[in-house]
T-cell receptor, first 113, second 111 residues
Framework: GAVVSQHPSWVICKSGTSVKIECRSLDFQATTMFWYRQFPKQSLMLMATSNEGSKATYEQGVEKDKFLINHASLTLSTLTVTSAHPEDSSFYIC?????????FGPGTRLLVL | QQPVQSPQAVILREGEDAVINCSSSKALYSVHWYRQKHGEAPVFLMILLKGGEQKGHDKISASFNEKKQQSSLYLTASQLSYSGTYFCGTGYSGGYQKVTFGTGTKLQVIP
């Protein structure tokens, strides 16, 4: 299957700082990538759909100014959590679409102190 | 609206079978199944695109009942490696759109 990488795997930061997470499709081109957030023992909640060369589409309730998404190339999407606060601590997972299938990255654990 | 999965959790002994159901309140275009192990990202299992379609590999298979807006995942002769949380993901319109993940089913296989 297709491979998606995420970097970094773990981030610990102070409240008020910004954190950038990268999502790369390693062996295929992805015009569409997705960003999810998952809290402990809960399902994955879609935050936004990232489209190469255009603006991301955010889900209801997700602040676009807080979670900045850039899909600059067919293999890279980035999520920047701006002015992070402790309530932003979560497991952030990206996925990339290859035809009808989504392949997930390994996830990034964010802890905001 | 989030698809509802049942059961919420199940414990099996090695070799036993299990069925996980995924039910949507809206008409479905596609159903995806994923398994997530603790602390890891979900792993794609299979996708069903047509009502009535059935698929499977190894001892894991799935069916899609478009009329009932349901899908079921069948695990036969379960192995310890099957443990994890299973999520269905549902697509609601023609062509590829976003996938909405179900509530999840935690499966534990014990020796």
């Amino acid at each position: 299957g297709a491979v998606v990488s995420q970097h970094p795997s773990w981030v610990i930061c102070k409240s008020g700082t910004s954190v950038k997470i990268e999502c790369r499709s390693l062996d295929f081109q992805a015009t569409t990538m997705f960003w999810y957030r998952q809290f402990p023992k809960q399902s994955l909640m879609l935050m936004a759909t990232s489209n190469e060369g255009s603006k991301a589409t955010y889900e209801q309730g997700v602040e676009k100014d807080k979670f900045l998404i850039n899909h600059a190339s067919l293999t890279l999407s980035t999520l920047t959590v701006t002015s992070a606060h402790p309530e932003d601590s979560s497991f952030y997972i990206c996925s990339a679409r290859d035809w009808e299938t989504q392949y997930f990255g390994p996830g990034t654990r964010l802890l905001v102190l | 609206q989030q698809p509802v999965q049942s059961p919420q959790a199940v414990i099996l002994r090695e070799g036993e079978d299990a069925v996980i159901n995924c039910s949507s309140s809206k008409a479905l275009y596609s159903v995806h199944w994923y398994r997530q192990k603790h602390g890891e990202a979900p792993v794609f299992l299979m996708i069903l695109l047509k009502g009535g379609e059935q698929k499977g590999h190894d001892k894991i298979s799935a069916s899609f009942n478009e009329k009932k807006q349901q899908s079921s995942l069948y695990l036969t002769a379960s192995q310890l490696s099957y443990s994890g949380t299973y999520f269905c993901g549902t697509g609601y319109s023609g062509g590829y759109q976003k996938v909405t993940f179900g509530t999840g089913t935690k499966l534990q296989v014990i020796p």
